[in-house]
């Protein structure tokens, strides 16, 4: 990977129009360069109050010099800002405001700012084009590159949404340099995850670890790219989620959203995946042939992940929340596991082989993780 920044560009099958990705220490300051290739018309950030006090100068001063300085909208900050109602206000304020056809929405800062903003992207006059600007690692490895949009509904998380392919995923990883540790270590679990579906991707992680530990410059960059890259790879051969095959990027998310429902949020979204990883290292040793001593060690590049060191008693009926998963279905769970770094097998499982699993790793793991 260059010092600056890395870019790739991919089409999702059937879209118009193909999707580019820059990654890099300072790449908003080429926003002002592409803009104009993308649409020449009206632009808005949608942002949340704290992202843009930190991170909206540097965003905007970007695009100067392109004619399109785009104007900030403010939703509000975290899960808040995915609801119908915030979507209303945005959809309303962004048509009275001026954005027409061939104008655009640039969405700087979470997971919840991209996925409200895209949505926005994606209904208001029945479509403009959309820039992602992640803010958290989270964002930044996963959320960002996709296409999925969505507002939450009374009945359960993203049940409102749309697929609305970003033109531009501009990633400053500068931006991740204002994240409390524990927001960025929870978007680490994201990036292991994706390291275990590319075998040399997962080689590399083994001489990054520690420099992510640390949140060296270079090593947020290549793991960011590498994360965005093999999804890029599995959504480009899978869209619509219909083939199967984007179902692999739920590696460890079976459980983990199981726990983190299960804990009231207590676990950020990230430490139950981590969690959630450990018991799919557990199962694929006994189901797929995940070789011991190789499980081992991908235990110890998620093991300190995992948040808090004992999972307490506020997760204990967490099985109860497994088929609630989306992913399931009415034949039982589907759940994804390893028989290899980079070989994904996607299994049918039943919730008891799941609880044994993340009991077998808590006794492994639990205790034995230093958590700083
Ligand atoms: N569309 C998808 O494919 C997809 C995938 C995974 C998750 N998601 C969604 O993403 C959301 C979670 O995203 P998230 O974890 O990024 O949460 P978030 O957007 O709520 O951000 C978390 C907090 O971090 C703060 N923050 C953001 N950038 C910061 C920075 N650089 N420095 C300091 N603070 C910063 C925000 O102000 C916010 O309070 C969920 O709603 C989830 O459903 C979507
Ligand atoms: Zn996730």
């Known amino acids: 990977m260059p010092a600056a920044s890395a870019s790739f560009r991919f089409r999702s099958p059937g879209e118009p129009s193909e999707t580019e990705v820059v990654v890099g220490a300072g790449a908003f300051a080429d926003l002002g360069r592409r803009l104009p290739g993308i649409a020449q018309g009206r632009w808005f950030v949608v942002s949340s109050r704290p992202v ?30 995915k609801s119908w109602e915030v979507l209303g206000r945005l959809l309303q304020t962004l048509v009275s405001r001026g954005l027409k056809r061939d104008g655009g929405v640039i969405a700087l800062g979470g997971g919840t700012v991209g ?22 690692l989270l964002a930044a490895s ?45 978007g680490l679990a994201e990036v292991v995850k994706s390291a275990f579906l590319d075998r040399v991707f997962h080689k590399r992680l083994e001489t990054l670890t520690h420099d992510l530990e640390e949140r060296e410059p270079g090593a947020v960059s290549e793991a960011v790219y590498r994360s965005l890259r093999l999804k890029a790879r599995v959504v480009a051969s899978d869209p619509g989620e219909r083939r199967g095959r984007r179902v692999f990027l739920n590696l460890g998310h079976t459980v983990g959203h199981a726990l983190e429902t299960a804990s009231g949020h207590r676990l950020t979204h990230g430490e139950a995946v981590a969690w959630g990883l450990l018991a799919a290292l557990v199962l694929s040793e006994q189901r797929v042939g995940l070789r011991p001593s190789r499980a081992r060690d991908m235990a110890h590049q998620v093991a300190f992940l995992c948040r808090p060191p004992r999972l307490d008693a506020s997760t204990r009926y967490w099985p109860a929340f497994l088929s609630h998963d989306k992913k399931s279905d009415r034949m039982g769970l589907v759940g994804v596991l390893l028989s290899a770094p980079g070989r994904p097998v996607a299994v049918r499982m039943e919730a008891a082989e799941l609880e044994a699993a993340l009991l077998e790793a808590q006794k492994r793991y639990n205790g034995r993780i230093t958590w700083r």
């Open 115 to 136: 996925d409200v903003g895209g949505l926005a992207a994606s209904l208001a006059l029945r479509g403009v084009a959309l820039v992602q600007a992640p803010t958290t």
């Open 142 to 186: 996963d959320s960002a590159l996709g296409g999925k949009t969505a507002v939450d509904l009374t009945t359960g998380k993203n049940l409102a949404g749309t697929f609305h392919q970003p033109r531009l995923i501009l990633v400053d990883t500068k931006t991740l340099a204002t994240l409390p540790g524990r927001a960025y270590r929870s």
């Open 52 to 81: 843009f006090r930190r991170h909206g100068a540097a965003l905007v001063a970007g695009a100067a010099g392109s004619g399109l300085d785009p104007d900030p909208l403010l939703v509000p900050d975290g899960e808040k800002a």
